[in-house]
């Protein structure tokens, strides 16, 4: 059974960081690329982050590129997404993605920017 258990979401005030991880099971998760969407209130889904098999290379979204930092343990089955200097537009539910055939999915975790 496919599992992928997002984490290290919560409240942080605009500029701060957050880094969320992504814990996986029930596929072999080397073989896939993982990456980070996310979805804000009465907002289309967006993809944010994308790591390859090996780590490298990483693909970004414009919005986010020289803030955030995708990377990827294989030994622990883990993708992370480090978040730096956070904006209020950054307020979203973040999910995590695992593709070889077809993707999966994670529950998400909430991340809020405020004051």
């Known amino acids: 059974q496919v599992q992928l258990v997002e984490s290290g979401g919560g409240l942080v005030q605009p500029g701060g960081s957050l880094r969320l991880s992504c814990a996986t099971s029930g596929f072999t998760f080397s073989t896939y690329v993982m990456s980070w969407y996310r979805q804000a209130p009465g907002k289309e889904r967006e993809l944010v982050a994308t790591?390859?098999?090996?780590?490298?290379?990483?693909t970004y979204a414009d919005s986010v590129k020289g803030r955030f930092s995708i990377s990827r343990d294989n030994a622990q089955r883990t993708v992370y997404l480090q978040m730096n200097n956070l904006k209020p537009e950054d307020t979203a539910v973040y999910y995590c993605t695992a593709l070889l055939v077809r993707r999966y999915w994670g529950q998400g975790t909430q991340v809020t920017v405020s004051r």
């Open positions: 790591i390859t098999r090996a780590g490298d290379p990483t």
